[in-house]
T-cell receptor
Framework: AQSVAQPEDQVNVAEGNPLTVKCTYS??????LFWYVQYPNRGLQFLLK??????LVKGSYGFEAEFNKSQTSFHLKKPSALVSDSALYFC???????FGDGTTLTVKP | NAGVTQTPKFQVLKTGQSMTLQCAQD?????MYWYRQDPGMGLRLIYY???????DKGEVPNGYNVSRLNKREFSLRLESAAPSQTSVYFC????????????????FGAGTRLSVL
């Protein structure tokens, strides 16, 4: 079984600053982890995934995520935030698609 | 490129009414899913279909039924709607089936916003 947790309901950053959206996981066996983004009144869009291999995964729109086995984390990062990055972000565990509760990212000009 | 299409976009029902939510994908995907999204919560899996001809329960199947009509279409039916089923419903699809579900990228429709009064 696999579960994920997003410890922050809300993250606020200023435009141009780096951003981090946190995710921790609990899994028996190999973890399969994803990040999705949801813009207002839209469906979810895939950003990136970790299956095996490099711990630093690069995805869409300049996002990346770092898989850390010792800390059981899969944090989403971006070096320089844009106002247009403001959205709801979900960490998802594989198997029967266990979703975190979501983190609302707000980037202020 | 339509991707995953859901109909209707909005629906208001009275308690006890029935309705079917429609979903179709044009990506030749094997697997399809139905989720519900409630405020402050992530998406919860209602039912999924790993491949044409098969369906399985997810985390919250009670009160719902599904039909995998063909490879393209996967419908969700509420036989007797209840206020607790007020939610936003998302359909999704992915390329691979069965044991590879864990590694799939899912493609989502725009959602159906359902209110049950």
């Amino acid at each position: 079984a696999q579960s994920v947790a997003q410890p922050e309901d809300q993250v606020n950053v200023a435009e141009g600053n780096p951003l981090t959206v946190k995710c921790t996981y609990s899994v028996s066996g190999n973890p399969y982890l994803f990040w999705y983004v949801q813009y207002p009144n839209r469906g979810l869009q895939f950003l990136l995934k970790y299956i095996t291999g490099d711990n630093l995964v690069k995805g869409s729109y300049g996002f990346e995520a770092e898989f850390n086995k010792s800390q059981t984390s899969f944090h989403l990062k971006k070096p320089s935030a844009l106002v247009s990055d403001s959205a709801l972000y979900f960490c998802v565990g594989g198997g029967k698609s266990t979703f975190g509760d979501g983190t609302t990212l707000t980037v202020k000009p | 490129n339509a991707g995953v299409t859901q109909t209707p976009k909005f629906q208001v029902l009275k308690t006890g009414q029935s309705m079917t939510l429609q979903c179709a994908q044009d990506m030749n995907h094997n697997s399809m899913y139905w989720y519900r999204q409630d405020p402050g919560m992530g998406l919860r899996l209602i039912y999924y279909s790993a491949s044409e001809g098969t369906t399985d329960k997810g985390e919250v199947p009670n009160g719902y039924n599904v039909s995998r009509l063909n490879k393209r279409e996967f419908s969700l039916r509420l036989e007797s709607a209840a206020p607790s089923q007020t939610s936003v419903y998302f359909c999704a699809s992915s390329e691979r089936a069965a044991e590879l579900l864990a590694k799939n990228i899912q493609y989502f429709g725009a959602g159906t916003r359902l209110s049950v009064l």
